[in-house]
């Protein structure tokens, strides 16, 4: 247990849907980073907020965007579904004010969607 | 950008000792992680270099050499539940605190744990 929860665990959109997730992030933890897992690859870098700030992104079009609320869970979503955005997306919260030690990402389970 | 580099299948036996490798090319370096997956489960962080050396945590051990873009992840005593994908991920960033730090992961290594 990491203390990162996602919601929800599965689920399934239709192309040209739009979708929510959702990810309450450790307790003490003010970063929360979103990541897309394919089959088969390691996870993605989508974009990370601070503070209810995005402060660094990779390379995902606009259509995926995001937020933090104050008390620092966040959400991710995806407009303008495609085929290709079924994937596993995780959630990683983190606390970087710490320091060299202790600024580890602890994952949340993640959430299986599948795009139809 | 980012390239980390590491095998992506090994097979090992159990009892065995088996070291996985990663390179990685970046500019910003503040750290390397070792996490661990299992099919269909979300990754658990292992282990932490950000100075060179060898970190040392019970039956895993992970080693960092900045200058060689090299890192390495030791298993020892190996069990069948240490069948899993492990993954070398890079962080960058401009400060220890706060701030934008982009964490970057390879693809993984499918370890499979053979009796």
Known sequence: ETGVTQSPTHLIKTR??????????????????????????????????????ENGRGNFPPRFSGLQFPNYSSELNVNALELDDSALYLCASSAPDRGRVGTEAFFGQGTRLTVV | GQNIDQP?????????????????????FNGLFWYQQHA??????????VLDGLEEKGRFSSFLSRSKGY?????????????ASYLCAVRVGLSNSGGYQKVTFGTGTKLQVIP
């Open chain 1, 16 to 53: 040209g849907q739009q979708v929510t997730l959702r990810c309450s992030s450790q307790s003490g933890h003010n970063t929360v980073s979103w990541y897309q897992q394919a089959l088969g690859q390691g996870p993605q870098f989508i974009f990370q907020y601070y503070r209810e700030e």
């Open chain 2, 8 to 28: 992506t299948e090994m097979t090992a036996t159990e009892g065995a000792i088996v070291q996985i490798n990663c390179t990685y090319q970046t500019s910003g």
């Open chain 2, 40 to 49: 269909g489960e979300a990754p658990t962080f292992l282990s932490y270099n």
């Open chain 2, 71 to 83: 890192s390495y992840l030791l298993l020892k005593e190996l069990q069948m539940k240490d069948s």
